[in-house]
């Protein structure tokens, strides 16, 4: 059970970070929760359009830095890139999955940290 869920988790993280977020959105139960700084949803239809904007305002693709899974649940911390393509302070999610689907995600990240990324590159450009 353990690597279906990493192996699910993985698939997901890399289908919307790639921009697809059709395929993304398979992974993800009916009724999907959302936790994160400043954001709450409970349904996947609710999420989706909230995860189209976020991956509008970052660079493509993903780094695994670390993934651990026990029985339903999944810790993985990664890297996104910024749209200049630098890399964002390590973010960290917990996933629940239940019948084969994510039922629940929670995002834990340096909102401060990562405001002043994202702003250092939109000055950038």
């Given at each position: 059970m353990k690597q279906h869920v990493?192996?699910?988790v993985t698939a997901y993280q890399d289908a919307w970070t790639s921009g697809d977020l059709d395929s993304a959105a398979t992974y993800l139960a009916p009724d999907f929760r959302?936790?994160?700084a400043g954001a709450s949803f409970t349904s996947?239809?609710?999420f989706l359009p909230f995860l189209a904007r976020f991956g509008g305002?970052?660079?493509r693709g993903w780094r695994?830095?670390?993934a651990f899974g026990?029985?339903?649940e999944a810790l993985v911390m990664y890297e996104l890139r910024?749209?200049?393509g630098q890399a964002l302070p390590l973010t960290v999610d917990h996933f629940v999955v239940r019948d084969g689907k994510i039922a629940a995600e929670t995002l834990v990240f340096d909102t401060a940290a990562f405001g002043?990324?994202?702003t250092g590159a939109a000055a950038s450009h």
């Amino acid at each position: 059970m353990k690597q279906h869920v990493l192996d699910l988790v993985t698939a997901y993280q890399d289908a919307w970070t790639s921009g697809d977020l059709d395929s993304a959105a398979t992974y993800l139960a009916p009724d999907f929760r959302f936790e994160g700084a400043g954001a709450s949803f409970t349904s996947a239809d609710d999420f989706l359009p909230f995860l189209a904007r976020f991956g509008g305002r970052i660079g493509r693709g993903w780094r695994q830095v670390a993934a651990f899974g026990d029985g339903d649940e999944a810790l993985v911390m990664y890297e996104l890139r910024g749209p200049a393509g630098q890399a964002l302070p390590l973010t960290v999610d917990h996933f629940v999955v239940r019948d084969g689907k994510i039922a629940a995600e929670t995002l834990v990240f340096d909102t401060a940290a990562f405001g002043q990324a994202m702003t250092g590159a939109a000055a950038s450009h």
